[in-house]
């Protein structure tokens, strides 16, 4: 491995290290619902990482699905439930053991940081409402996720220098305009049917300020 590669596994343990939710495993020891919920999450996430699709070999792209599931769990416990299918697409081949940790970083903590922080800041100074929820801290912030994660792979790449910057450029970043909507529109859709049926699950959506207090 390169020091490109090293770094992004020393980087992305740290990280995991420093952030384990210490309720996690209590929670998903002792109720068997929560212990259904994050392992079908992580079942949905290798399903969909899976689904792997690009112009050339090396630039590749998948939907994240990072929105939804750090709105549902938080972004702590959603980066370590994207372990399991980081690990899975590695065990069958589907992504190189070397770029397990940058991809990581680039494809996962960077996402779901900052769909978290998206979250936060619309909580903060935008109009609590349903729609609000649904159509800026899911649908908007899942576009966003995407580019995120696009930009930050296509740096990666090009620091490797398997690639030129042009070459990324016209043959993968080309693919973010064709990305954004049906992003938005897996999260925002996944984010409804959530709250619509489940909103126990959602970590993040709180009835008394979305749908309960219109003073705000």
């Given at each position: 491995m390169t020091g490109l590669h090293w770094g992004g596994w020393a980087v992305w343990l740290i990280i995991l290290l420093f952030t384990y939710p210490k309720e996690f495993y209590p929670k998903f020891r002792q109720e068997r619902d929560y212990q259904h919920l994050v392992l079908g999450s992580a079942v949905a996430l290798f399903v969909l990482w899976s689904l792997r699709a690009g112009l050339v070999d090396g630039l590749q792209?998948?939907?994240?699905?990072?929105?939804?599931?750090a709105l549902s769990h938080g972004w702590r416990i959603a980066i370590w439930i994207s372990v399991i299918p980081s690990l899975l697409l590695a065990a069958f081949g589907l992504v190189d053991w070397q770029?397990?940790?940058?991809?990581?970083?680039?494809?996962?903590?960077?996402?779901?940081?900052?769909?978290?922080g998206i979250f936060l800041l619309s909580y903060r100074f935008l109009n609590r409402h349903l729609f609000v929820y649904i159509f800026v801290a899911a649908f908007f912030n899942g576009a966003l996720s995407?580019?995120?994660?696009?930009?930050?792979t296509g740096g990666w790449v090009w620091l490797e220098?398997?690639?030129?910057?042009?070459?990324?450029?016209?043959?993968?970043?080309?693919?973010?305009?064709?990305?954004?909507?049906?992003?938005?529109?897996?999260?925002?859709?996944?984010?409804?049917?959530?709250?619509?049926y489940k909103p126990e699950w959602v970590r993040t959506f709180y009835e008394r300020d979305y749908i309960y207090n219109r003073d705000k």
């Amino acid at each position: 491995m390169t020091g490109l590669h090293w770094g992004g596994w020393a980087v992305w343990l740290i990280i995991l290290l420093f952030t384990y939710p210490k309720e996690f495993y209590p929670k998903f020891r002792q109720e068997r619902d929560y212990q259904h919920l994050v392992l079908g999450s992580a079942v949905a996430l290798f399903v969909l990482w899976s689904l792997r699709a690009g112009l050339v070999d090396g630039l590749q792209v998948h939907f994240l699905a990072l929105t939804v599931l750090a709105l549902s769990h938080g972004w702590r416990i959603a980066i370590w439930i994207s372990v399991i299918p980081s690990l899975l697409l590695a065990a069958f081949g589907l992504v190189d053991w070397q770029d397990l940790g940058m991809m990581n970083l680039t494809g996962v903590i960077a996402p779901a940081m900052i769909s978290y922080g998206i979250f936060l800041l619309s909580y903060r100074f935008l109009n609590r409402h349903l729609f609000v929820y649904i159509f800026v801290a899911a649908f908007f912030n899942g576009a966003l996720s995407q580019v995120v994660y696009m930009l930050l792979t296509g740096g990666w790449v090009w620091l490797e220098g398997d690639f030129s910057g042009q070459y990324i450029v016209d043959n993968f970043l080309i693919l973010i305009p064709l990305l954004l909507f049906p992003e938005g529109l897996l999260n925002g859709m996944a984010t409804t049917l959530l709250v619509v049926y489940k909103p126990e699950w959602v970590r993040t959506f709180y009835e008394r300020d979305y749908i309960y207090n219109r003073d705000k």
